[in-house]
């Protein structure tokens, strides 16, 4: 039932956020149309490092408890984490093209953003090759760790190191934006964050359906 | 630099269609995922 709920507001939120992005936020004078690519873009990034925390915060509550609902939790948003690296990177890409004539700027940012991404994919493939359950929760948690540290340095990276990547609009150090352009930006990263979570509730409920067939399994081979 | 309107909006729908392809394509996997085991699991069951 709260998957159902949240489904719909996630579907509701996608249609408010286009309409938002596309309709209802004016034509930025710099950069013109190009810019509406920001207001997908950005929620992108923000729920890709919302997913390394995220990560991070399960695999220490496994290390803690030892309950494998945690590495469930972990993994799941592991998941997340590729995915929503990748619509960043390659949203990202599409605007670099037009924006500075390169598909890949090189920078730091574009550079930490894609170490976040395939710490995410080292992360899956390590627990590929663990077959045992309590083994390969607990090491793959190292790589949580490892993209929970990727964050901060991601985010500190335009303001520490020379970076095409724009410094932010948003927030006590940005650079300010019209209201109706932040407005939609915030409908966006709503949205976007309602279908996150709707995400990690189907995904949750996958991966409790997957240890529960595999302890059958294994109950099978024993007998 | 502006790229011009007609580019722009090529970008902006490439981009959006990127986005909510991903995620279609995630509820896709997950549902074939979730039908394979619940098909294994009434395979033990039995």
């Keep these: 039932m709260r998957s159902r709920i949240l489904g719909i507001a996630s579907l509701a939120g996608i249609a408010v956020a286009l309409y938002f992005a596309l309709v209802y936020a004016p034509t930025e004078q710099t950069m013109g149309v190009l810019q509406r690519v920001f207001y997908f873009h950005l929620p992108q990034a923000i729920l890709s490092y919302v997913a390394a925390f995220l990560v991070g915060f399960g695999s220490l509550m496994y290390l803690i408890t030892r309950d494998l609902k945690w590495d469930r939790f972990a993994y799941c948003n592991a998941e997340l984490g590729v995915l929503f690296t990748t619509t960043t990177l390659i949203t990202g890409m599409i605007w670099g093209r037009l924006a500075w004539n390169v598909w890949w700027a090189g920078d730091a940012r574009t550079n930490l953003e894609l170490i976040l991404g395939l710490l995410y994919v080292g992360y899956l493939m390590l627990r590929v090759y663990l077959p045992e359950r309590e083994k390969r929760a607990r090491l793959s948690t190292v790589f949580g760790f490892l993209a929970v540290l990727d964050v901060p340095i991601n985010y500190g990276a335009i303001y520490w190191w020379d970076t095409q990547h724009p410094k932010p609009v948003l927030g006590p150090r940005g650079g300010g934006a019209d209201p109706d352009i932040k407005m939609a930006i915030y409908v966006s990263l709503i949205a976007f964050t309602i279908v996150y979570t709707w995400l990690l509730t189907k995904r949750l409920s996958l991966a409790r359906l997957e240890d529960e067939v595999g302890a059958m399994e294994s109950a099978v081979e024993a007998s | ?46």
Aim: hydrophobic share 50%.
């Design chain 2, 1 to 46: 630099m502006n790229p011009g309107p007609t580019l722009g909006l090529t970008a902006v729908i490439a981009a959006y269609t990127v986005v909510l392809g991903a995620l279609l394509v995630f509820m896709v996997v997950m549902s074939r995922k979730r039908k394979r085991l619940e098909r294994r699991r009434k395979e033990l069951k039995q």
